[in-house]
DNA sequence: GATAGATTTTTCCAAATAGTCAAAAAATTA
DNA sequence: TAATTTTTTGACTATTTGGAAAAATCTATC
């Protein structure tokens, strides 16, 4: 049946494949790529070595596809910025979502900081290619909200670029900034603090 | 000769851990801890493994060894902020000292980035300690400037955090603003953009 | 309830890897 | 230079790990 039919996926494959995927998140995110095993993957996913390699040919094709998956969701709160809107509230908005995402994906905020760290040997080609392009294109709208006056001059790439890595520090550096601030503050607490100072210093920083 | 004399390091042995240290920076640094292998370490060493062996017990001898040296360097550009100074230039040099660790020692910078990310095991106690307490330190002398009126009001604590974040993010996620940038901006250029942009974000948020 | 197809388990293997040990070689000291 | 100590090497071991193969079991459908 060569180029046949693709069966369509089972609802077994399906929510089997979802819970490998969601234990392998934990784990990748917490152990990096070599430092994780499939064996303490099928473990979280409470089946068989063999039976996970049954739903993922191999312990690459579930971390690629764990990543396929991030890039999106990573990228959105960019592709929000829309040119319409008010400069300071756009810019606001999207720390406030990046802010949002590094509080409620901090294993995905993880998993991407190990890919990069480690030289983006999986996803290189996505940085120069999709994200090059997107992050060009906004700081292209950026620098235009300057041109009119609308926003105080200010180098657009490293604005994303210090926006990026003040919001993803949060999860990335979770537990450094706990041992500073100590147990007794809240994740909730920390987070609302975190958004108070970075509108604080991007908004006063970029007000024409 | 029990509690006997400790026999002085000969020059090979202080040359040769210093070498083997050189190569397992390189090396951890790029692979993380798992990801690494003494086998590499002692390639890059140019010696066997059982040699390698020789100076270090272990894998993880070479790499408490190099935390422990890297902690102290880590933790010199915030002790060096003085109570006497005039607040504004602190924080300004504070600033370039950062950015110039993270362009001078980026290897070091991601070794520790991969010590954090991965959950602190092995110096979660120096953060909770040693950390916690200078930071702790720092954040009252910078209170204590924004009640006298020199600073605007902010919180301390974020806003180091957010210079660890932003100075750190051009040595740890170097091949994503490379990747940005394109490789025809040369590594200079970047850094001397980034301390302008750093600057000015953070000195006009700070000014009272 | 027989059968085809999907799923799971049992058993295995080969490569990678951290680390050992005894003997050889080199360097240092007497 | 002989004795002693330090350094290096080669051969080896035990364990972990990613993955394969095949048999066994389950499930949906006719």
Known sequence: MAGGAVRTETRIQREKRERILESALEIFSEYGFRGATIDQIALASD???????????????????????????????????????????????????????ARDFPRESRLFANEIL?????????????????????????????????LAKTDPFHLIFSIWATTQHYADFDVQVQAVLGPEQSGKRRFEAAEDFLEHLFLRSLRP
């Open 47 to 101: 089946m068989s070595k063999p039976n996970l390699l049954y739903y993922f040919r191999s312990k690459e094709d579930i971390h690629a596809t764990l990543l396929t998956r991030l890039l999106d969701m990573w990228l959105a709160p960019l592709r929000e910025i829309r040119a319409g809107g008010e400069p300071l509230e756009e810019l606001r908005g999207y720390i406030a979502r990046k802010l949002e995402m």
């Open 118 to 150: 480690q030289g983006a040997p999986r996803i290189k080609p996505m940085l120069e290619g999709e994200l090059r392009h997107l992050v060009h294109d906004k700081a292209a709208l950026i620098q235009s909200w300057i041109d009119n006056g609308e």
